[in-house]
């Protein structure tokens, strides 16, 4: 606001200017002098920011305006009315009243040549004070607008941290109660069993030459106990090791969700047969594959959307990685799908590549 009022100012100035080198020149001195003034006074207002000293300085400003256009030049008065708006503004939120005070100055010019130029000016200025005041507001409030969204952003961001942070402590406190199980279930089934294997052992021992046939009983109870520790162990491991289809598919699947957050890409999996058929070689043959396939795509297609399929047949397993990009006419097998090719076909697969409707690149392996 403060500069649409002081380009306002600069502008009526340069036209008081004019208007008194076109006239009779007359009390140069004071004319500059005044001036002087008048600029130091508007200035300091601006640049002091206690409001009572803004009022003083604008009082000032007004009161040489009105001095300099009783006994130095009457074109001092045009611009009065730009500091008696704003001096009126700091008292009143109704624009309508800033007219009647902009009217008591010009009753110093009434009958003079000045005063339909000083209603002009003066119209044109409230005009200017109204569109800049109107624009301050309007600012302020994005302003304001700004901060709420900024704090609320970082509410946001805390309670996500927050909720990082309770995600990690319910991961690590799963793990941990997880891992107080097997520790559990060790000790009460095969500890248990070995402390009571030890013991029958040592007095198979020490019976052995008196009486060895209850020491070979000892001994083959505790062969009993000892196999049955085992499965007991056996059971365990069965129970915590996830299964082999469910590391694969999880696997690619944070494969896809890694390459689109960091990328923009967007990816999808689908799948449909029998995946626990699928070895663990084979796994690894397409995981590597997928991610080969999409470093091409990122590379060479230009897509938007990439789309994984795994289907495993009666006799086959097919995964396609399929992009919607430009393709290619011509297929070059450089060292990325040489590599596919010597992975697929070391675990008696075949690759196929097709670039005529995007790019597609097919594992085929057996079952």
Partial sequence: ???????????ILLYCVLCYFQGNMENTAMVVLFMLIYISAVTSAYIFKKAVLKRCLRILSIAVLVYSALYV?????????ADIYELAADFTADWRALPVFAVLPGLIISGSGLIMEYIAVSLLV???????????????KLRKA????RDRIEDLAGKLNAGSEYEAHLRYLSQIEERNSIAQSIHDKVGHTLAGSIIQLEAAGMIMEKDSAK???????????????????????????????QLGINRLKLILEEFTLNNSIETSLSFDGRLDVITHVQWRIMTDNVKEALTNALKYSSATLIEVRLEVMNKLIKLEVKDNGKGASEIVNGMGLSGMEERTGSAGGKLIVDGTAGFSVITLLPV
Avoid at 1 to 11: A, K, P, V
Avoid at 73 to 81: D, P, R, V
Avoid at 146 to 149: S, Y
């Fill in 1 to 11: 606001m403060e500069n649409w009022m002081i380009g306002t100012r600069l502008i």
């Fill in 73 to 81: 030049q009457q074109l001092y008065i045009l611009l009065i009315s």
């Fill in 126 to 140: 409230l005009l200017v004070f109204l569109i800049a005041q109107t624009h301050a507001k309007t600012v302020e």
């Fill in 146 to 149: 700004n901060e709420d969204l």
């Fill in 215 to 245: 020491a070979g009983e000892l001994i083959r109870n505790v062969t009993g106990n000892l196999k049955e520790g085992m499965e007991s162990i056996r059971s365990t491991l069965r129970t915590i090791k996830p299964a082999s289809e």
